[in-house]
């Protein structure tokens, strides 16, 4: 698809037909994931992918799905084929900025305009959000309720900080989001100062 249109087209999806993926969409939508810039190439950026039914379920649970249910959303979470947990470590940065090159002058460890490993995982995630249009299919994104249970549902180490649950799978019929809205560019952008 034309770049462009793929931005516009990709909106987060809370309703998928039960149809697996095909293998070779996964893969080259995991493949995107990786693709991702990093500080430094620091490349901290981890996945899970989950297409067990229990445990989708167990995450589902964990992201309060019977709230959206209750408010008249498919089960989006458990329904999905597919979940990929992003992820990022803080602490792959850190040594990563503690390595002879990245060092400053006076052999101290640079100092951090802004948490980079939250940034890189969002770049991450996008790719993974623009690759599923790519591939004819689409995506949502879910928070957890519950970190600490998720991390001990998944084994997840803990230097690895879990960012929510991203639903993959075919559309079905959606209710439309209440956001849709946008602010206006105006107000969005600003031009050599703010
Ligand atoms: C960091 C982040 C967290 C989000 N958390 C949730 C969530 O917990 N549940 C949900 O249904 N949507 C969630 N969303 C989706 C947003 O509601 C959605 O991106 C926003 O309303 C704009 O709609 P669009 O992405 O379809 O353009 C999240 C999005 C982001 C980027």
Same mark, same amino acid.
């Given at each position: 698809?034309?770049?462009?249109?793929?931005?516009?087209?990709?909106?987060?999806?809370?309703?998928?037909?039960?149809?697996?993926?095909?293998?070779?969409?996964?893969?080259?939508?995991?493949?995107?994931?990786?693709? =991702?810039?990093?500080?430094?190439?620091?490349?901290?950026?981890?996945?899970?992918?989950?297409?067990?039914?229990?445990?989708?379920?167990?995450?589902?649970?964990?992201?309060?799905?019977?709230?959206?249910?209750?408010?008249?959303?498919?089960?989006?979470?458990?329904? =999905?084929?597919? $979940?990929?947990?992003?992820?990022?470590?803080?602490?792959?940065?850190?040594?990563?900025?503690?390595?002879?090159?990245?060092? $400053?002058?006076?052999?101290?460890?640079?100092?951090?305009?802004?948490?980079?490993?939250?940034?890189?995982?969002?770049?991450?995630?996008?790719?993974?959000? /623009?690759?599923?249009?790519?591939?004819? /299919?689409?995506?949502?994104? =879910?928070?957890?309720?519950?970190?600490?249970? /998720?991390?001990? /549902? $998944?084994?997840?180490?803990?230097?690895?900080?879990?960012?929510?649950?991203?639903?993959?799978?075919?559309?079905?019929?959606?209710?439309?989001?209440?956001?849709?809205?946008?602010?206006?560019?105006?107000?969005?952008?600003?031009?050599?100062?703010?």
């Amino acid at each position: 698809m034309e770049f462009y249109d793929l931005i516009r087209k990709r909106k987060m999806v809370r309703a998928f037909r039960p149809d697996p993926i095909p293998d070779d969409s996964l893969a080259r939508i995991l493949d995107a994931a990786q693709r =991702a810039p990093s500080a430094g190439h620091s490349q901290g950026q981890r996945f899970i992918v989950i297409q067990d039914e229990t445990r989708k379920a167990k995450i589902a649970e964990n992201c309060n799905e019977r709230m959206y249910t209750a408010a008249g959303y498919a089960p989006f979470i458990s329904g =999905a084929p597919v $979940l990929i947990i992003p992820c990022t470590n803080e602490q792959i940065y850190r040594r990563r900025y503690r390595e002879k090159d990245k060092l $400053l002058p006076d052999g101290s460890e640079f100092v951090w305009p802004a948490p980079y490993w939250y940034m890189d995982i969002g770049c991450s995630v996008m790719n993974i959000l /623009l690759a599923a249009v790519e591939e004819g /299919l689409a995506a949502g994104f =879910a928070c957890f309720s519950d970190n600490p249970a /998720l991390r001990e /549902l $998944l084994g997840i180490p803990e230097e690895v900080e879990p960012m929510g649950a991203i639903p993959i799978g075919y559309a079905a019929p959606d209710q439309t989001s209440p956001s849709q809205w946008r602010e206006k560019s105006k107000d969005i952008i600003r031009f050599e100062r703010w």
